[in-house]
């Protein structure tokens, strides 16, 4: 039966080159070679083939059994050494998970925060529609002074507004507790800014202030420079320029080495590798005298900078209503 | 303030460059927020005079005009101006020459007359249009008589300059002037020199003799209160001739930046720009009786302010009043009826020194604003006023021969008081800046800026300058100190705090929760203004929200009640930039107006729409949907470990009976729903939204303390029921039966199918259970978890007549 031992051996052939793992392979090498199999079949029937053709059948199912062995071997070898187990197109996207995000601002404003609380500041916070006495008066600027041109107020009723900048959480911590304090606050203020690339009459500021015995303008000079460090990278460094404030002496306006050049010049700095982030200085002695605070033991300072500001130089935004837009394509970039 | 830096230099000398001069400034506190450089852009532009003027033969349009250019000889040319005539000394460009704009001019024939050169117009020129007239701006140009007849143009004008805007700090009023920068530039060059300042460097007069003060019928001058006006001088100037200014008064007020109006004003003007001192000029003849007092306002007292306004005076305003009634606002703004007019024969110039919160006060009231209101506001010099402004102008009335002779200064005031000295501490100062400081370190720094102290041991006695109205306390010198020392020059150093661990309020925790686990859900958070139009918000149904009483726009006239108006504004931009999903929360204050008083609390609002998934070759899209919104809550909630419930809510936002109130315990936490289509559609967004808003501070309340639970650590036994009740029938009801009859062994039950319709009975639906079983000691037996939900069917069926489709194991 010549034509039989040809058609095992093709089909035993075909098999093997289609193996696409060495399970099929072995699967292949059961059904032909295993107890039941094919080849053991063939093997089983020499005995009753004729005693004239018995040795010439006997060798050609021997060389079939040979062959298909070391088939069989060299199909598991080729299979394990040079065929990939899988065909998978590592190009094509992975299923879609959730892909929420904090807005800009938030990451910007809870990064701030774990700058200061690693340094032992308290995170305060205040009401947003605000007495005038709180936002204006006992922060030492008096109804009637220039000062209160520099920040154009929305008012609810006489004697309330709301808050220009996060400065009255100051007073009010103050007047609930004695030194030391060591405390920022981080909050949306309100100015009657027309809306334009760099005003919105809605932002975000974060302040400090620290009262104690023996707070000096050098410690201001050093917590700013760990703040601007741990925000900005610790490469940046701090200056003061002299400034006006009504709720210190001496106020200075802060500026950092231009984190986008490293202070070589580039345009977001205007060339002079500085850039202006807000304002600090010592606490007036007005606004100590008037939460009660003993000015011949404590003093201390105070900073408060944009949180919108911080954000524009770190990510390099040049429009600020950018943050109230609420565009996916913004958000979805940080 | 704008200023050229030819003014500057005028005034005193110094070799700074524009660049330098501006971070010099920058260093003491003086910020120059912007510098333009102009550069002569025109050549060959000479001052000619006109010595004849007639119609061009052939061109009706045209004039022939003969020029005289002194040395340079003679030019006609013509011209299309009308405004020449013979004797004007006008500007010209010859053949060969340019204008600023580029223009060669070549000699040109119009008939057969040649036209050798162009007369020239300031925009020709490139002046600056902002500091001229409106005479000065209408045809050709006409220098005045001062200007020499065939000299170059830029040598009659002052044309290649620099011109800064200074923007100066609300105690920096000093600075305010040419006087007051040429101040600072000194006490630049005196530090830079290690020398005390000197006043005597400034080219200013500044004489400093009291004037001759006559105070009587001519003109009587009486303050009632010293407290809102320290002095005051009148200067009466008789047979006065008005008209335009002279040439030269005229370039020097284009290098101050002030544009002419008449030879009055413009004295008026050259006074508050190149000495800070705000000065005004009433018609002598139209003050009764020729009196001046300095008062306070009356009630029911009015004045027509120069604008033409009638204005109601607050009482206690700081008025100038003649015998009967108020004839200005004192340092604000002149009245109309005591102005001078092109008929005025005597004036009176007023110099005086007012309180700064006296004008401030009325400045602010009448809501106007001057720059002499600007200047008080901010403080004057005192002794400016007394000593330097009334001879200057004195001087300035005899050079431009305004009037035929000055009469008499009347005045009340003088002398003026002196800025009182101040005691000041070196430990104290040290102590304060963390330096280590001497006193002669101290002397030097305040000896640049001609602050005078005496040192007694460690304590100084300091005196401003009569222009240092800001120094009044003693960390105002501390600051002096570092503005001279220089700001960098202080040592900084890692604050020597103790240690200790920053702590934040529990609602600032929270809120960072929620933002963390809302957007690990997918949502993104929005910051929106949390300003609304109230009428947007009546008519959606809510109570009105606090109303602002100075508004920016009438669609921000409000606060913000509800999350919902910013956020689908936010959806609302998005999907028509073609987004096909939002899905959004944010976090911040609400308001409410409740009895008067405004309250405000910390809210969370969530709203979807559109798509809630994307789709791609695994996933399938998801549309937003109640149940998504239901499930984010769910999620929020179980992370805060908020035990809680839901219960039918109709509110104006959410559609009825789709909207639940969420509640726990007796604690309201908010509402979801499906956004009503009418506040949908009141707020632009036309598609099914859903929305859910939470009170921050209720979730705050409710949180409760996690305290551990012992849990099975045997193989749990799960088994599914499918039951058909009445669609009246809640799933909530059926866990309800489910939990109370399977006994303390059941785990967990989750709801994995609910349907009705198809081939189920019409008001019936099939709702599935999945429960599962454990025990906390041993491992159950199949049988004995039978059992239990054998107990479960029999309850279903009896309590509600559920029909049990499957019991699957």
Not at chain 2, 4 to 20: G, M, N, Q, V
Not at chain 2, 237 to 253: C, E, I, K, M, Y
Request: aromatic letters at 8%; one cysteine or more.
């Amino acid at each position: 039966m010549p034509s039989t031992i040809d058609e095992i051996r093709s089909a035993l052939e075909a098999r093997l080159t289609a193996a696409r793992d060495a399970q099929d392979v072995r699967n292949a090498q059961i059904e032909y070679l295993g107890k039941k199999g094919t080849l053991t079949a063939l093997l089983k029937q020499i005995s009753t083939v004729s005693q004239d053709q018995r040795k010439q059948f006997g060798e050609q199912v021997n060389v079939l059994k040979q062959w298909a062995v070391q088939a069989i071997e060299q199909r598991l070898s080729e299979l394990s050494s040079t065929t990939r187990r899988y065909d998978i197109d590592f190009s094509l996207p992975g299923q879609l998970m959730p892909t929420g995000r904090k807005h800009i601002l938030t990451q910007v404003e809870e990064e701030v925060e774990s700058v200061f609380l690693s340094m032992g500041f308290d995170i305060e916070d205040g009401p947003e529609i605000e007495q005038e006495y709180f936002n204006f008066e006992a922060l030492n600027i008096p109804a009637d002074h220039p000062a209160r041109d520099m920040q154009d107020t929305f008012y609810l009723a006489p004697g309330t507004l709301l808050r220009t900048h996060t400065s009255p959480i100051q007073v009010r911590t103050m007047k609930r507790e004695k030194p030391p304090i060591r405390m920022i606050a981080t909050g949306r203020c309100y100015r009657r800014d027309a809306v334009d690339a760099s005003h919105t009459p809605v932002f975000t500021q974060v302040e400090g202030l620290v009262i104690d015995k023996g707070i000096t303008f050098a410690d201001l000079k050093g917590v700013l420079q760990e703040f601007v460090r741990g925000v900005f990278g610790p490469s940046t460094t701090v200056k003061l320029l002299p400034s006006f404030f009504p709720f210190v002496e001496p106020g200075a306006e802060t500026a950092i080495s231009c984190p986008i050049c490293g202070g070589k010049g580039c345009p977001t700095c205007k060339n002079s590798g500085w850039i202006e982030m807000g304002g600090s200085g010592m606490v007036h002695q007005n606004v100590l005298q008037e939460v009660g605070y003993d000015t011949s033991i404590y003093q201390g300072f105070a900073f408060g900078w944009g949180i919108e500001r911080i954000a524009m130089i770190k990510y390099g935004i040049r429009d600020i209503r950018m943050f109230y837009d609420n565009d996916l394509d913004f958000l979805s970039q940080f | 303030m704008r200023i050229k830096l030819s003014a500057l230099h005028a005034t005193i000398d110094f070799d700074y460059t524009p660049e330098e001069l501006v971070t010099k400034l920058g260093d003491v506190g003086i910020e120059i927020e912007s510098m333009e450089t102009t550069s002569v852009r025109f050549s060959d532009v000479f001052v000619a005079r006109v010595t004849h003027a007639a119609p061009h033969p052939t061109h009706q349009k045209l004039q022939l005009v003969d020029l005289d250019l002194g040395p340079r000889g003679t030019a006609s040319v013509c011209t299309a101006a009308t405004n020449v005539l013979e004797g004007d000394i006008v500007p010209v460009v010859v053949p060969g020459g340019r204008t600023a704009d580029g223009m060669e001019i070549a000699a040109r024939m119009f008939g057969a007359v040649e036209s050798s050169g162009m007369l020239c117009s300031w925009k020709e020129l490139g002046l600056d249009g902002d500091l001229l007239s409106a005479e000065e701006k209408e045809g050709i140009l006409h220098l005045g008589a001062g200007a020499v007849v065939g000299s170059l143009f830029e040598q009659a004008w002052p044309v290649g300059d620099t011109s800064f805007e200074v923007s100066v700090t609300p105690d920096r009023g000093d600075a305010l002037s040419v006087l007051g920068l040429a101040r600072w530039i000194e006490v630049l060059k005196a530090r830079q020199a290690n020398q005390p300042f000197d006043i005597g460097d400034i080219k200013l007069p500044l004489p400093s003799a009291l004037p001759h003060a006559r105070n009587d019928g001519e003109l009587m001058v009486t303050i009632e209160d010293r407290s809102l006006c320290s002095s005051y001088i009148g200067v009466l100037v008789q047979d006065v001739v008005s008209g335009p200014s002279s040439h030269a008064f005229r370039t020097q007020l284009y290098q101050l930046c002030v544009r002419p109006v008449s030879r009055i004003v413009d004295m008026t003007n050259l006074c508050l720009k190149q000495y800070g001192q705000p000065t005004h000029a009433f018609d002598y003849d139209r003050l009764l009786e020729h009196r001046i007092i300095v008062r306070t306002s009356l009630p029911g007292e009015t004045i027509v302010t120069l604008d033409g306004v009638l204005r109601l005076l607050e009482p206690g305003t700081l008025v100038i009043a003649d015998a009967t009634a108020p004839v200005a606002v004192a340092g604000v703004m002149g009245g109309l009826a005591s102005s001078v007019t092109a008929t005025t024969t005597r004036v009176v110039f007023e110099i005086a020194h007012f309180d700064p919160r006296a004008v401030a006060r009325s400045s602010r009231h009448l809501g106007i604003k001057t720059d002499a209101a600007y200047l008080y506001e901010r403080g004057t010099d005192p002794g400016l006023t007394v000593s330097a402004v009334p001879s200057v102008l004195s001087a300035l009335v005899r050079e431009q021969c305004l009037g035929s002779y000055i009469s008499r200064v009347a005045s009340a005031g003088i002398p003026v008081p002196v800025r009182p000295s101040l005691s000041l501490d070196l430990v104290r100062v040290n102590g304060y800046l963390g330096s280590d400081l001497g006193t002669e370190d101290i002397r030097r720094l305040f000896g640049y800026e001609g602050i005078t102290s005496r040192v007694t041991g460690t304590t100084f006695s300091v005196t401003p300058p009569s222009f240092r109205g800001d120094l009044t306390a003693w960390p105002e010198y501390v600051e002096e100190i570092v503005r001279m020392e220089g700001f960098d020059e202080f040592p900084s150093h890692a604050p020597r705090l103790l240690l200790r661990r920053g702590s934040e309020s529990p609602l600032k925790t929270l809120c960072k929760r929620l933002r963390q686990t809302l957007a690990g859900i997918g949502l993104v958070e929005s910051r929106t203004v949390s300003f609304v139009h109230q009428e947007v918000v009546v008519a959606m149904g809510l109570p009105p929200a606090p109303l602002l009483l100075n508004p920016l726009t009438e669609d921000w006239d409000a606060l913000r009640p509800t999350m919902v108006v910013g956020l689908a504004g936010a959806a609302l931009r998005n999907l028509s930039r073609g987004r096909e999903g939002f899905a959004s929360f944010e976090t911040g204050k609400t308001f409410s107006v409740r009895d008067r008083s405004f309250e405000e609390e910390t809210s969370l609002g969530i709203l979807l729409t559109g798509k809630w998934q994307d789709t791609n070759w695994t996933t399938p899209a998801l549309s937003s949907s109640i149940f998504v919104l239901k499930g984010i809550a769910e999620s929020m909630l179980h992370d805060l470990h908020i035990s809680f419930a839901v219960a039918p809510f109709d509110g104006p936002l959410l559609e009825p009976g789709a909207s639940v109130l969420i509640s726990s315990g007796t604690t309201s936490l908010g509402t979801l729903g499906i956004l009503r289509h009418e506040v949908g559609t009141l707020l632009g967004l036309e598609r099914d939204a859903f929305y859910a808003e939470f009170s921050v501070d209720a979730l705050l309340k409710s949180m409760s303390t996690v305290t551990f639970k012992e849990f099975s650590k045997f193989p749990s036994i799960r088994r599914d029921i499918a039951v058909l009740v009445d669609s009246s029938v809640t799933a909530g009801e059926l866990q309800a039966i489910i939990t109370e009859n399977s006994g303390p062994l059941l785990k967990a039950t989750v709801v994995f199918d609910s349907f009705q319709g198809g081939s189920l009975p019409a008001g019936k639906k099939s709702v599935g259970f999945s429960m599962e079983f454990a025990s906390p000691d041993r491992t159950l037996l199949g049988e004995e978890v039978d059992v239990l939900v054998g107990f479960v069917e029999t309850a279903l069926a009896s309590r509600v007549g559920g029909i049990l489709r499957r019991t699957r194991s």
